[in-house]
């Protein structure tokens, strides 16, 4: 059961009696997916059903996570967030981002089923975090800083079925996907951000 709750490194730490501290990453990835039009689903469909819908629209997030060596971090109501570089041997950045894109292509699949229109927005930020677990009878593994912050900011300003990934997250990706032009993202507190919408794998030269 504990290992349903927090990832198996810090289950490990746990069921040896070892204290979890607070740890900071240098560098890691945070995605945010935030489900568009699940509002309106809830008038249409029975508590029962919007569940059903909810947790089957996850549990194929969670599968494409465990097939690109992401780490899901938690569910927010109809939020999704899922990061890389909180543990060795996790796969990149990059493998961050196609799942952004498998999420998107999941949503739109799940639309189709209940025959209902559904869209999602996903945020991706790269930079310094702090991760740790909080409580210990449900543990909760999670992480923050600015990182975080702006994931979620780039989740709010992005188009539906869509990726927007933050300027840092553009460098270290954009000789492996494609990219709209920059555009400008303003946070609450008025900084300014570049923002880039992602419009797929770059296809390769095969010299034809």
């Known amino acids: 059961m504990l290992y349903e709750l927090v990832p198996a490194v810090i289950a490990d730490k746990m069921i040896r009696g070892q204290s979890i501290d607070a740890e900071s990453h240098g560098e890691c990835s945070v995605l945010f997916a935030d489900l568009v039009g699940s509002t309106d689903l809830a008038a249409h469909l029975s508590p029962m059903h919007l569940v059903e819908v909810l947790n089957g629209i996850f549990s194929d997030i969670d599968q494409a996570c465990e097939q690109n060596g992401i780490e899901k971090i938690k569910t927010i109501g109809d939020c999704y967030m899922a990061a890389t570089g909180v543990f ?10 196609v799942v952004g894109l498998s999420i998107i292509d999941i949503v739109n699949s799940w ?18 975090v702090v991760s740790g677990v909080i409580g210990r009878t449900r543990p909760l593994f999670d992480v923050w800083g600015q990182t975080v912050n702006n994931a979620k900011l780039m989740e709010a300003n992005c188009d539906p079925n869509r990726v927007l990934v933050a300027e840092m997250t553009h460098w270290r990706v954009k000789s492996s996907f494609e990219f709209e032009p920059a555009r400008s993202i303003t946070a609450k507190n008025k900084a300014v951000f570049k923002a880039y919408l992602v419009t797929g794998p770059k296809k390769l030269d095969t010299g034809a």
């Open 88 to 97: 060795p041997g996790q796969n990149g950045l990059g493998a961050l981002v």
């Open 111 to 128: 639309s189709d089923q209940i025959g209902h229109p559904l869209a999602v927005r996903v945020g991706i930020s790269t930079g310094q």
